[in-house]
């Protein structure tokens, strides 16, 4: 990136949380359903992306179809958005009263085993709101991983952003990240990572709607190193004000095999379950960049 597009991208994240936060929320909701309509009809390279995933996660879906699944995308996509820049205002009422979370019995019971718990998801939903109301409804805190992003004055407005919801934020490079992560769940913490989406070589493959995908290894590792509970979640949003989430049983870890067929079996349950999210509501999942391996630039390109 650039030094003056960086400026411009950290600039324009930087008015988000500093003007949108201030509008009035039916003004707000209309501005971002705009933005969206208005991207989505402009059919530029991230809308087309979107619309080539959602063809493997809907294989019979025709072209109307798809573009009806897209539009409904991006205008999820923007309500992600939306919601964040006006999160850090947010009382604690208004957020537990913005999330309707199924089967929560599976973390507390988990946090209580002492054991830790990690908690793995797909790019679904607004996965910021869920954790504002671990938060703030469990009273739980826990610890997450950011990649760092360009320039660094944006890294830092998304850790402080982040640190204002009561998460504790971790850069993703150095492979420091790892060492703390275990320590915080072998002290019985709780840790949240977006897990469906790992192009690096460390990447596992799984099978994904039927092609293969890389998925990060971390989740199952750390659970493998630590005993951690590892519990995947989905979210989606249902037409109304309040985001529902689903917190799916554990993926067991496998008693016989090598570290890494444990891994790459227990990375395949996480696959499966966030397949199982996805196919309900693949209007809320959030990708907008390559993912299978069949879809990358053989130039080496990971856009």
């Not at 501005?31 to 493997?56: M, P």
């Not at 999160?87 to 999330?99: D, G, N, Q, V, Y």
């Not at 402080?160 to 150095?174: I, K, N, Q, T």
């Amino acid at each position: 990136m650039s030094a003056l597009k960086g400026r411009i991208t950290d600039g324009l994240y930087g008015l988000g949380w500093g003007a949108v936060k201030k509008l009035p929320e039916p003004a707000a909701t209309a501005l971002f359903r705009t933005i969206a309509d208005r991207t989505w009809k402009r059919r530029g390279k991230s809308v087309l992306r979107l619309e080539s995933n959602l063809a493997r996660v809907v294989p019979d879906a025709g072209p109307e179809r798809l573009a009806e699944l897209s539009k409904a995308g991006m205008r999820s996509y923007m309500r992600y958005w939306m919601e964040s820049f006006r999160l850090p205002t947010w009382t604690p009422e208004r957020i537990r009263a913005s999330i309707d979370v199924k089967d929560t019995h599976m973390l507390t019971e988990g946090l209580d085993a002492g054991n830790g718990v990690i908690i793995a998801l797909p790019h679904l939903g607004n996965w910021d709101l869920a954790g504002a109301w671990v938060t703030t409804d469990l009273k739980v805190p826990f610890t997450t991983v950011a990649e760092r992003l360009e320039p660094a004055t944006l890294y830092d407005r998304f850790v402080a952003y982040r640190e204002g919801l009561g998460m504790e934020v971790l850069p993703h490079s150095g492979g420091a990240a790892f060492g703390t992560l275990a320590r915080r769940l072998r002290a019985g913490g709780l840790i949240c990572l977006v897990a469906d989406r790992d192009l690096s070589a460390s990447g596992v493959e799984v099978s994904f709607f039927g092609a293969t995908a890389r998925m990060p290894a971390g989740p199952a590792l750390l659970a493998q190193q630590t005993g951690a509970l590892l519990l995947p979640v989905t979210l989606w949003y249902d037409g109304t004000p309040v985001m529902k989430a689903r917190i799916h049983p554990a993926v067991e870890m496998p008693e016989e095999g090598t570290r890494a067929e444990k891994t790459a079996a227990m990375t395949q349950g996480l696959a499966d379950a966030f397949a199982g999210g996805i196919a309900e509501h693949p209007e809320d999942w959030h990708m907008l960049q390559r993912l299978w391996l069949d879809d990358l630039d053989p130039r080496g390109e990971r856009a």
